[in-house]
Structure formats: structure tokens, C-alpha cells
């Protein structure tokens, strides 16, 4: 990852643990790739998570907020690895940049799901439930403005 772009997207590999134990139950192994890299990738697909930011920014008066469309591009790599690229959001409130704390269940499902489907296995979608909590607001998504929301 680019010394620029280390506040637009980071990568969560201690989540990697979630996402082996989901894809054992259908027979599945990999192993997490940490090279930031779309060029070898031979799958990739956008979609979204949930979580939560807090600012980092210590004069803003926002106490953070949740978030249901956590924007993260999932790829797949030769030699059965995978990574997931995790953006980030703007504050609303003073337009810092900051990284999510992950529901670690939803990112581990939404990932294992995704390299199910490119491995031929029959699942169904992950479920989740809640209140989305309003538009998305894509000026202050990371993913949005790299191109790799769900939700633009």
C-alpha cells in the first residue's frame, strides 16, 4: 500500500481466523495474501460490511458513528489466497479520514461468502438485519470515491 493512499483503505488480516473457520465447513483453505495488489487478482468483487468509525481528529466533537455499507473489495489470488481492501469514511462533522472497527461476524461472512461462490459452492447470501440508519453519503466514502462502493 502507497504512503498516500494509507488512510483511504487498510487491510484486516487478524480477521483471517473468521473468515477459515466459514470456509472449512464447505471444504475450502486459504490463506490470507498482504500484498495490496489488484494486478494479480483473478477475482474481485465490491460490496459492503458493517461497523463503526470513531474521528481521530481530537478537536472534533463527533463521538463517531455506525455504519451499515462499510465499502470493501474482496479479491482472490492464484494458490488459493484471498484479501479484502477495507475503506475508509470521512467525518461528517470535520471531513477526517478514519478506519473502521469491523463486526468482525459480518466481515468474515460477507468474505467467505464471496470466495464460496467463486469456488462453485451452492450458499445463500448472507442475512443481516438492522437499520441502515439513513442515506449513504458518498462524498465522504473512501470506496465511493475510489470507485469500489456497492452503494454509488
Not at 116 to 136: A, F, M
Request: aromatic letters at 10%; proline letters at 5%; charged letters at 30%.
Amino acid at each position: 500500500m502507497s504512503q498516500s493512499n494509507s488512510w483511504k483503505w487498510s487491510m484486516y488480516p487478524k480477521l483471517h481466523t473468521n473468515v477459515s473457520r466459514l470456509l472449512k465447513e464447505d471444504g475450502l483453505q486459504f490463506e490470507f495474501h498482504g500484498i495490496d495488489d489488484d494486478k494479480t487478482c483473478i477475482e474481485k468483487y465490491d460490496t459492503n460490511v458493517m461497523g463503526r468509525f470513531t474521528c481521530n481528529n481530537h478537536k472534533c466533537s463527533s463521538n463517531g458513528w455506525p455504519s451499515m455499507k462499510i465499502a470493501i473489495t474482496i479479491r482472490m489470488y492464484p494458490g488459493n489466497r484471498y484479501n479484502a481492501r477495507v475503506y475508509s469514511q470521512r467525518c461528517r462533522a470535520c471531513n477526517t479520514p478514519s478506519r473502521p472497527f469491523l463486526d468482525k461476524k459480518s466481515y468474515a461472512d460477507r468474505v467467505a461468502y464471496r470466495i464460496k461462490k467463486w469456488n462453485g459452492v451452492d450458499v445463500d447470501p448472507p442475512h443481516y438485519s438492522g437499520d441502515p440508519r439513513g442515506d449513504h453519503e458518498k462524498d465522504l466514502c473512501e470506496g465511493c470515491r475510489a470507485g469500489h462502493c456497492s452503494q454509488r
